[in-house]
């Protein structure tokens, strides 16, 4: 009997320390990677003005919008293209249909040592073609800025010859990864990502004008019945100074959509 | 279905078998029977792949051998070798992950014949290539198979280091555990359920293969 309730108590204290330890109180966040950069620094200035603890997990938003189709405990859904937050407010799991935070802008970037020229129609690509082995975008089949370099290739009649020469990263941080080792010659990815000061040092980058994609509707969506916690950081995102941090990232004002 | 994926999985993991094998019996053959100093440290060495995370793998292979690695320049301009983003790439570090899969196994079988066959069969007047030819391979010849299909199982299966290093290009380095992950994430559940039922219907045959082959063992038939 004594040794029963040893046990239970050993569990009871695991059970309490794993609870501290996945942060209950933490606001869970799934934000599209493009936010990689950008959204920490947002976080931080929300947890030093409420002392609430927000928890970030960056990836594919397609990936996340499954996931919380399955039921994974998350409270705020960040979604690089607005279609898989509006599939999952169609499906009645958040609490309304969510708000634009910003629209994504894409950039040329080539590794620090690249001879490449950058430029709004990527002549200098196109000039420089023999030095490109390799150019990274992400998968334009389901990565949102990947589809935005296949539009921007096409506008500027570059897809045909550097088809042939593309390496597709998984999500748009791969894709710039690629380009950061050098692995890949040159690449188009998430502005915010280029424009990251962890990234200064090893490229160069060049923000590519907005008329040669699609806008990208980034939208954030709560989940059902969220906590006021959850609500209150919804809502410092769509502040002022959220949106001043967002925009020194190389985001486009979501007032700007058209 | 993505055949082009297909085609590169089963290129990969026939390629990796066959370029590992003669390499993978030398090794386990000499750490079955050696006694020299290096031997454990040759051992950690080789079961290091087993116990890392292929993404270690991965990495490592994306900033030493890149474009902007000195290795990755040298490999490039004095060999014409690139292994980011390049069939060949895969297969390297196929080769690397696949090498405890192969030589546990073997070294296993070969540590389990006497030394006393080996002996006899020199006392007979047998070279020690022939002995190795006609009495220990054979006799390690279950190894040989478990090694093979273990091998062939894993690089068709294999993900992280593909997903790393591979670059997802169509015919070069989409394999078919690639091309079920892209279709995911495009919500294309048709597709993937497809594929994923191709890649347990050739793991199943391989692994089927293997056994029907093991059953033909020549020491077990006499």
Not at chain 2, 157 to 178: D, P
């Amino acid at each position: 009997m004594r040794r029963r309730s040893v046990v239970a108590g050993a569990l009871a204290a695991c059970w309490a320390a794993a609870a501290r330890a996945d942060g209950a109180g933490a606001v869970r966040v799934a934000a599209a990677s493009d936010l990689q950069f950008a959204l920490p620094e947002l976080a931080a200035g929300f947890e030093r003005g409420t002392g609430i603890r927000v928890e970030l997990s960056f990836g594919s938003s397609g990936n996340f919008a499954r996931q919380i189709e399955q039921g994974a405990p998350l409270e705020l859904f960040l979604s690089a293209d607005e279609s898989f937050a509006l599939r999952l407010a169609d499906a009645g799991l958040t609490a309304n249909r969510g708000a634009l935070y910003a629209l994504g802008r894409i950039a040329l970037i080539v590794p620090a040592a690249s001879a490449l020229a950058l430029d709004d129609r990527l002549d200098g690509v196109r000039r420089g073609l023999a030095q490109v082995q390799r150019f990274s975008i992400a998968n334009p089949e389901h990565a949102p800025y990947g589809r935005a370099a296949r539009e921007a290739l096409t506008a500027v009649g570059l897809w045909p010859q550097l088809q042939p020469l593309l390496v597709l990263g998984e999500n748009v941080s791969q894709a710039t990864q690629f380009v950061a080792t050098g692995a890949a010659q040159a690449g188009i990815t998430a502005a915010s990502l280029a424009l990251a000061p962890s990234l200064a040092a090893q490229t160069r980058r060049h923000l590519l004008p907005e008329s040669l994609h699609q806008p990208l509707r980034q939208r954030m969506v709560l989940m059902k019945n969220p906590r006021p916690a959850a609500q209150a950081f919804y809502e410092h995102l769509r502040g002022a100074d959220a949106r001043a941090v967002l925009a020194r990232f190389g985001f486009a004002p979501a007032e700007a959509a058209r | 279905m993505d055949w082009p994926a297909a085609r590169v999985s089963l290129w990969l993991a026939a390629l990796t078998v066959l370029s590992l094998l003669p390499v993978a019996l030398w090794l386990a053959r000499w750490l079955a029977t050696s006694s020299a100093r290096a031997r454990p440290a040759v051992e950690a060495a080789l079961l290091l792949p087993l116990l890392l995370p292929p993404t270690v793998i991965g990495f490592y292979l994306l900033t030493t051998l890149g474009g902007a690695a000195p290795l990755g320049q040298w490999l490039g301009e004095r060999l014409g070798l690139r292994l980011v983003f390049s069939f060949e790439g895969l297969l390297f570090a196929s080769w690397l992950i696949n090498l405890p899969f192969m030589v546990q196994p073997l070294q296993r079988a070969f540590a389990a014949i006497p030394r006393s066959v080996r002996e006899a069969a020199w006392v007979s007047g047998l070279s020690g290539w022939r002995t190795f030819w006609r009495i220990e391979l054979p006799l390690a010849w279950p190894g040989v198979l478990a090694g093979v299909a273990l091998t062939f199982a894993h690089t068709l299966g294999e993900f992280g280091v593909v997903l790393m290093v591979g670059g997802n290009i169509a015919g070069q380095t989409r394999t078919l555990s690639i091309a079920i992950y892209d279709r995911v994430q495009a919500f294309d559940t048709a597709g993937a359920g497809q594929m994923s039922l191709l890649l347990v219907a050739l793991s199943l045959a391989a692994l089927a293969l293997v056994f029907a082959l093991n059953r033909r063992n020549p020491l077990q038939e006499r």
